[in-house]
């Protein structure tokens, strides 16, 4: 059992009547895109929450959107296809607490979907919704009436999945593809994750529609081709740098909002830790490294080096220190880099050639 919160919404099965595609391993990347904008379409941004406890901050970025007459706050997240809330008939453990959808709609087909931790079980509907002052018309989406405890502790009510994949059986399930082929926007989603502890220095988060917000980067946006774009958002790392040393390389990486650490089979976690001291504890299932450790982890993505700040990776709580870098093999040999790596980048989902775009975020003044 984890010692701290931690969220990880990866999907790992979503059960639609289709098949679930395997991952490919054909691996390519490109270095810079011009970001084309065409004329008169819109660009709107979301300003996100930041969910915190008073042992953990960052743990999950969420934000507003309007379905038929109801707001509810869902969590953004890269790792998964389907937006869904909780039906007014949910009374599982899940829905304690949340806002749940009382409009009539009528069931299109139904749903199951598990993520790495939790799941939600219900059908599927279609509505109008409004996200960021921008009308989303007949979309599906999913409400569920059988939600895993794990969600009742979150400060939002369901969750909205950005993933590439398509379901042509069932109908679109990511209402910013809707946008997209709506043209009502440009095929760009980005976001720019904020630490908690900025909040005094005027940072805040922010999900971007249809474009890129400038102010939130340095230098330019480099993309990476998909590895495998049926599924997730998988891209190449080329190279793991820990404390100025090369550790493992060339490895599949999914980018994901909606997990808060970074994940990585046991056999590569083990090989970065023993680096800086790094015990793995099976009481946490998670490392203990020493308080004084100066972590200075970087990934390579396309030949460019990001480096992740220590504020981020090393977690301090009750005297003990934790590593932000977690062994899981759920994803077999695939990596999952959360929000841990992503605080420290501007992060664009490319839509239209299925690439994900890394840039440095703005360095906060003290």
């Given at each position: 059992?984890?010692?701290?919160?931690?969220?990880?919404?990866?999907?790992?099965?979503?059960?639609?009547?289709?098949?679930?595609?395997?991952?490919?391993?054909?691996?390519?990347?490109?270095p810079?895109?011009?970001?084309?904008?065409?004329?008169?379409?819109?660009?709107?941004?979301?300003?996100?929450?930041?969910?915190?406890?008073?042992?953990?901050?960052?743990?999950?970025?969420?934000?507003?959107?309007?379905?038929?007459?109801q707001?509810?706050?869902?969590?953004?997240?890269?790792?998964?296809?389907?937006?869904?809330?909780?039906?007014?008939?949910?009374?599982?453990?899940?829905?304690?607490?949340?806002?749940?959808?009382?409009?009539?709609?009528?069931?299109?087909?139904?749903?199951?979907?598990?993520?790495?931790?939790?799941?939600s079980?219900?059908?599927?509907?279609?509505i109008?919704?409004?996200?960021?002052?921008l009308?989303v018309?007949?979309?599906?989406?999913?409400?569920?009436?059988n939600?895993?405890?794990?969600?009742?502790?979150?400060?939002?009510?369901?969750?909205?999945?950005?993933?590439?994949?398509?379901?042509?059986?069932?109908?679109?399930?990511n209402p910013?593809?809707?946008?997209?082929?709506?043209?009502?926007?440009?095929?760009?989603?980005?976001?720019?994750?904020?630490?908690?502890?900025?909040?005094?220095?005027?940072?805040?988060?922010?999900?971007?529609?249809?474009?890129?917000?400038?102010?939130k980067?340095?230098?330019s946006?480099?993309?990476?081709?998909?590895?495998?774009?049926?599924?997730?958002?998988?891209?190449?790392?080329?190279?793991v740098?820990?404390?100025?040393?090369?550790?493992?390389q060339?490895?599949?990486?999914?980018?994901?909002?909606?997990?808060?650490?970074?994940?990585?089979?046991?056999?590569?976690?083990?090989?970065?830790?023993?680096?800086?001291?790094?015990?793995?504890?099976?009481?946490?299932?998670?490392?203990?490294?020493?308080?004084?450790?100066?972590?200075?982890?970087?990934?390579?993505?396309?030949?460019?080096?990001?480096?992740?700040?220590?504020?981020?990776i090393?977690?301090?709580?009750n005297?003990?220190?934790?590593?932000g870098?977690?062994?899981?093999?759920t994803?077999?040999?695939?990596?999952?880099?959360?929000?841990?790596?992503l605080?420290?980048?501007?992060?664009?989902f490319?839509?239209?050639?299925?690439?994900?775009?890394?840039?440095p975020?703005v360095?906060?003044?003290?």
């Open positions: 059992m984890n010692l701290l919160i931690f969220l990880t919404t990866l999907l790992t099965a979503l059960v639609l009547g289709v098949k679930t595609a395997s991952i490919t391993k054909q691996q390519y990347s490109i810079l895109y011009k970001h084309h904008f065409k004329a008169g379409l819109r660009r709107a941004t979301e300003q996100l929450s930041n969910y915190h406890t008073s042992g953990l901050n960052d743990i999950a970025y969420y934000g507003p959107i309007t379905i038929g007459k707001q509810f706050q869902v969590m953004f997240d890269s790792g998964s296809p389907l937006l869904w809330v909780p039906a007014q008939n949910c009374s599982s453990g899940g829905c304690t607490g949340h806002t749940k959808f009382n409009q009539n709609v009528t069931a299109i087909a139904s749903f199951n979907i598990q993520y790495v931790l939790g799941f079980q219900g059908y599927l509907a279609e109008d919704m409004s996200l960021a002052g009308t018309s007949k979309q599906r989406f999913g409400l569920s009436y939600i895993s405890s794990e969600f009742a502790a979150y400060p939002f009510d369901g969750i909205l999945g950005l993933s590439p994949r398509e379901y042509p059986n069932i109908g679109n399930l910013i593809k809707t946008l997209i082929n709506q043209n009502t926007i440009d095929p760009y989603v980005s976001f720019h994750l904020s630490r908690y502890d900025d909040t005094n220095k005027g940072d805040q988060g922010t999900l971007t529609l249809g474009g890129i917000d400038n102010s980067f340095t230098g946006i480099n993309y990476n081709n998909l590895t495998d774009s049926t599924e997730w958002w998988q891209v190449s790392i080329d190279n740098m820990v404390a100025g040393k090369s550790t493992v060339q490895r599949s990486a999914i980018i994901d909002t909606g997990t808060t650490v970074i994940t990585a089979p046991r056999k590569d976690a083990d090989e970065i830790h023993s680096i800086i001291s790094g015990i793995y504890n099976p009481a946490y299932e998670m490392y203990t490294i020493p308080c004084t450790t100066v972590f200075n982890m970087s990934l390579v993505f396309g030949g460019i080096l990001y480096q992740i700040d220590d504020r981020d090393i977690i301090r709580q005297g003990i220190c934790l590593s870098m977690i062994p899981d093999s994803i077999g040999s695939a990596w999952v880099v959360g929000d841990v790596f605080k420290n980048v501007y992060t664009v490319n839509y239209a050639n299925l690439s994900v775009g890394f840039a975020s360095k906060l003044q003290s």
